[in-house]
């Protein structure tokens, strides 16, 4: 038996010989080094993230030409534009960089295109305005390193453009006075993966210098935080690090519009996780972007005003709520489709006129999770069609869109993720291609990537004390996900499914002489039999209800007992 739609190999990790180092218990052993952990310097390092090593914002190409460009336009007074993006990882990289520049004295002004007005990124009509508005240098983060065109005709009006951007760049760079992205070819950065906002505290960090200490080692990091989890950045080196420290001040000492987010999302702020800032707070500072203007969002994040920040926080929970119910109707809509195929193809791909553009990315999401495939959809307004991707490990949005550039009008983004804008016309012929790029990339789609069991357990071992080192793991995400547990051989006492549409299944198992009950989330239609022996994989979580605290087994897969685990 499995949950869910995919058989799925397990692999259980072999017994070590090695003992724990000094203060370690067996079962945190062996999730360390199932994280690579040898030693007790390994122990620290995983321990310890906040500790980690960053890097020199000077190795980035380009640095050093950006930050004189920025200082003379502030010793000059012209005025400068941070021209971001409309989701959580533009947001907090627009209000980091221009809170840094307006302790620095800059006249300075922050721009974030409406979805449905601009559109993404870079846009001349956009840049334009700015100019007439009387901007001399605007600086892009989150965007701009593919906008050629409209980088080129930004110089030809006489205005100045400085590039930040994570996303994937193209052969051909922008006219720009710089343009910093780790990956450049021929960058020296060591670390290539920071997200949008972490590239703006580079930069910030360039101008700087050592100045602006607390802020810069406080909200600065808060932004940085959020921003990287929410792109779904690897939270591995350098990203880690930045991530782990921000979480602390995030705990500590939260900003006024971060801090309305944590209270209305119903979290308790001191045991905040990077699975938090990732489901309830970054969805809810992206949602009234995909509804209408991100505008909110910003001056929640720029607002200073406990009273203000909680009035925001609030519209954009409401916001949220009613994204979370068109999302549901698009993913409905998409999958009844995709069910009706005769063959469900490698990549998934729908296009309507009802999709709403900003509810695209997340409704791909979830189809891309639910059946391992990479998911576009997209929405057609008259001969132009927007779409948005989501991916799988493996596979290469961004580069599946390159070599399919020839029928796209723009496209950008990177690995997990893409957008682009297409003709009506060509939406047929771009499934087709996409469809076959996928299918030489992917050629066994229905075959689920197996299960990396972190530790073997019994009831015993999964106790408090394996929260708190959990607690210590953080942050946890993309890259590095929080460790799956599995516990071989229980015997299933009840089994009922519950919740809305009763879409779970709660579970009661003994292992040992111990009793315990767990939760497998959307897998309702599960049904082990009272008695039968099987075996569990799970994450340890922690759940709290009424004010009292207990520990949680969240249920990722179930299979038939095997006496010899299949994928060891």
């Known amino acids: 038996m499995s949950m869910g739609r995919r058989s799925r190999s397990w692999h259980l990790p072999p017994a070590g010989d090695d003992p724990p180092p000094e203060g ?18 390994d122990v620290r390092r995983l321990l310890s993230p906040a500790a980690g090593e960053t ?150 960090q360039a101008l700087v210098g ?50 309305a987010l944590v209270e209305v999302a119903g979290l308790k702020p001191t045991r905040l996780t990077a699975r938090d800032v990732g489901f309830l707070i970054a969805p809810r500072l992206n949602a009234v972007g995909r509804l209408a203007s991100p505008e909110p969002a910003l001056r929640l994040l720029r607002s200073a005003s406990k009273g203000e920040a909680r009035s925001i926080a609030a519209e954009l929970d409401r916001a949220n709520r009613e994204r979370q119910d068109r999302t549901r109707e698009v ?33 791909a999401a979830k189809l891309a999770e639910e059946w391992n495939r990479p998911a576009v959809l997209v929405s057609i307004r008259g001969d132009i069609g927007r779409g948005s991707a ?22 950008g983004g990177h690995a997990a993720a893409a957008g682009f804008t297409v003709r009506a016309r060509m939406i047929p012929e771009l499934r087709a291609r996409l469809e076959a790029v996928a299918r030489e990339a992917i050629p066994t789609p229905d075959e689920a990537a197996p299960l990396t069991i972190d530790a073997s357990v ?18 946890m995400g993309t890259g590095f996900p929080s460790p799956l547990f599995a516990c071989l051989g229980m015997q299933v006492v009840a089994a009922r499914p ?35 022996v099987v075996d569990l994989a799970f994450h340890v979580e922690r759940d709290s209800y009424l004010g009292y605290e207990t520990i949680r087994w969240n249920v990722q897969a179930i299979r038939p007992h095997q006496r010899k685990p299949q994928g060891d």
């Open 331 to 363: 993913i409905e809509k998409a999958r009844q489709r995709l069910l009706e195929l005769p063959d469900l193809p490698p990549l998934l791909f729908d296009a309507d006129e009802e999709y709403g553009e900003g509810i695209l990315g997340p409704a």
């Open 458 to 475: 019994t009831p015993s071992d999964v106790d408090y004390r394996l929260l708190e080192f959990l607690d210590r793991l953080e942050p």
């Open 24 to 41: 370690v218990r067996r079962v945190e052993w062996a999730v360390l080094r199932s994280r690579g952990a040898r030693g007790a310097e």
């Open 55 to 204: 890097h020199d914002p000077h190795l980035l190409l380009d640095m050093g030409a950006a930050a004189r460009r920025i200082h003379r336009a502030i010793a000059d007074g012209d005025r400068i534009a941070v021209y971001g993006d409309y989701d959580a990882d533009g947001l907090t990289a627009t209000t980091l960089l221009t809170s840094a520049l307006e302790f620095m004295g800059a006249d300075v002004r922050p721009f974030i295109p409406s979805r449905f007005e601009e559109g993404y990124g870079l846009q001349r009509e956009a840049l334009g305005r700015l100019r007439r508005d009387g901007v001399r240098l605007v600086v892009s983060v989150d965007c701009g390193v593919r906008a050629l065109e409209e980088a080129a005709a930004a110089a030809a009006d006489g205005l100045d453009l400085i590039v930040t951007d994570h996303h994937e760049p193209g052969d051909v760079l922008p006219t720009a006075a710089a343009v910093i992205n780790p990956k450049r070819e021929g960058d020296p950065y060591p670390f290539k993966e920071l997200s949008g906002a972490g590239l703006a505290y580079k930069l910030a």
């Open 210 to 259: 050592g100045r602006l200490g607390r802020w810069m080692e406080g909200e600065a990091l808060v932004l940085v935080a959020v921003g990287t989890i929410a792109d779904v950045a690897p939270l591995t080196a350098e990203n880690r690090t930045l991530v782990a420290r921000g979480l602390e001040r995030l705990r500590s000492s939260p900003p006024a519009g971060v801090a």
């Open 498 to 532: 519950v919740g809305r549409d009763q879409a779970h299944l709660k579970l009661t198992v003994r292992h040992s002489g111990r009793t315990v009950d767990a939760i497998a989330f959307r897998s309702g239609e599960a049904r082990p039999v009272p008695g039968e």
């Open 390 to 411: 989501r991916s799988v490990p493996g596979f290469h949005i961004t580069e599946a869109l390159e070599a399919c550039g020839s029928l796209l009008d723009r496209f």
